[in-house]
């Protein structure tokens, strides 16, 4: 079945570091894909997503690229905030059909000062 | 703005008891879906709802159920709550088509004692 790998948490970074989460999935077709942040004692909420193969979703200085080839949807910052400290999530939904998503099991980050 | 609101933030609940979470969405969304999640093992998904009256098991549906009445509302049920639902439960909804991102609620944490 489908299904999304993340590397394991926690990650801690001091401020102004380049973050790298990876996440990397298998599934049929051509999956949509998707990164969600939840901040402490909140939901999640959409980061950036990528629809086909070579897209680049980006928010709020977060960078992923959609890669076929290595089935893998990194998440990417070039300067981390303290703000920056919450839970990330990787998830892809399969093409056609259901609306379910899969999601990977979530990378804790803490941004130190 | 998209606002899916959950009913309660924190639940204490007896063993035994039934227990109903509730979760409303003001973006007329035709699929729900209810998650908990886990620390380690991430979100899971219990039920999802397509339209009214209408739900499909997830992937733990064990000793939940659901009930969607109205589009707007949908229903988790623990017919007999027991201390391994413990838990943070996540509503989301999203529209129907294309690569709609689904939108949570804040979540409720569920503790049965």
């Known amino acids: 079945g489908d299904s999304v790998t993340q590397m394991e948490g926690p990650v801690t970074l001091s401020e102004e570091a380049f973050l790298t989460i990876n996440c990397t999935y298998t599934?049929?077709?051509?999956?949509?894909l998707f990164w969600y942040v939840q901040y402490p004692g909140e939901g999640l909420q959409l980061l950036l997503k990528?629809?086909?193969?070579?897209d680049k979703g980006s928010n709020k200085g977060f960078e992923a690229t959609y890669r076929k080839e290595t089935t893998s949807f990194h998440l990417e910052k070039g300067s981390v905030q303290v703000s920056d400290s919450a839970v990330y999530f990787c998830?892809?939904?399969?093409?056609?059909?259901?609306?379910?998503?899969?999601f990977g099991k979530g990378t804790k980050l803490t941004v130190n000062p | 703005d998209v606002k899916v609101t959950q009913s309660s933030r924190y639940l204490v609940k007896r063993t035994g008891e039934k227990v109903f979470l509730e979760c409303v969405q003001d973006m007329d969304h035709e699929n729900m879906f209810w998650y908990r999640q886990d620390p380690g093992l991430g979100l899971r998904l219990i039920y999802f709802?397509?339209?009214?009256?209408?739900?499909e098991k997830g992937d733990i549906p064990e000793g939940y159920s659901v009930s969607r009445e109205k589009k707007e509302r949908f229903s988790l049920i623990l017919e007999s709550a027991s201390t391994n639902q413990t838990s943070m439960y996540l509503c989301?909804?999203?529209?129907?088509?294309?690569?709609?991102?689904?939108?949570f609620g804040d979540g409720t944490r569920l503790s049965i004692l």
């Open positions: 709802s397509y339209d009214v009256k209408m739900k």
């Open positions: 998830a892809l939904r399969t093409q056609g059909g259901s609306e379910k998503l899969v």
């Open positions: 990528a629809t086909k193969a070579d």
């Open positions: 989301a909804s999203t529209k129907i088509g294309g690569h709609q991102p689904q939108h």
């Open positions: 599934a049929t077709g051509y999956p949509s």
